[in-house]
């Protein structure tokens, strides 16, 4: 469970969040409008954002490595997405589980700059499955992806979700992420 305790987190004079008090499942959906703070919570879950007052545990405790994906911009465009894969490997160790399921080997000798935007958010995606880490927090998985990796993509998050901590955030209520995560509505957490 994750359990957020007074969380007030703004950009403006207006409160995003305003002690903010609920428990998430630490598998969930995390669905609502542009704008809503589906990113900021998860960037707040992650450490990236410091609220301004509050705390988060995680199972109960208070400090745990997050692997965050917002959108494909942690690729490099002059670099192959082997070099990404062997920069992951030096920093952490076997990738071989990810790689597989994502079945990135056709992606290999790609650079990013070549590839469309469903293919970096492919590849991006796979990195990010790459890093060991308690929760991870991934913003729009599915957006830019085609029918096809949508549908592998939503089997990898099962397979992950069997012994991984995963939150998702999405527009739809009735998007398939939500048959796989419980869904949690962000306006509900107001």
């Given amino acids: 469970m994750i359990h ?3 969380i007030s987190f703004s950009y403006t004079a207006t409160p995003l969040f305003c002690s903010l008090t609920c428990d998430l499942p630490c598998k969930c959906y995390c669905y609502g409008a542009n704008g809503s703070g589906k990113t900021s919570l998860l960037q707040i879950i992650a450490g990236v954002l410091q609220p301004s007052s509050g705390t988060i545990t995680l199972h109960n405790k208070t400090s745990w490595r997050a692997s965050l994906f917002l959108d494909h911009s942690i690729l490099f465009d002059e670099l192959t997405i082997q070099s990404h894969l062997d920069w992951m490997h030096s920093m952490y160790g076997d990738i071989q589980k990810p790689s597989q399921l994502f079945q990135i080997e056709p992606f290999t000798s790609r650079r990013p700059a070549d590839m469309s935007a469903g293919e970096r958010q492919w590849c991006a995606l796979c990195l990010t499955f790459c890093m060991p880490c308690d929760i991870f927090l991934i913003d ?4 830019c992806l085609d029918d096809a990796r949508c549908t592998q993509l939503l089997d990898i998050l099962r397979h992950y979700a069997g012994d991984h901590d995963i939150i998702a955030t999405g527009h739809r209520a ?14 509900d957490l107001r």
């Fill in 4 to 6: 957020l305790q007074n």
């Fill in 140 to 143: 729009e998985p599915t957006r």
């Fill in 174 to 187: 009735d998007h398939p992420l939500s048959q796989i995560l419980s869904p949690v509505s962000v306006s």
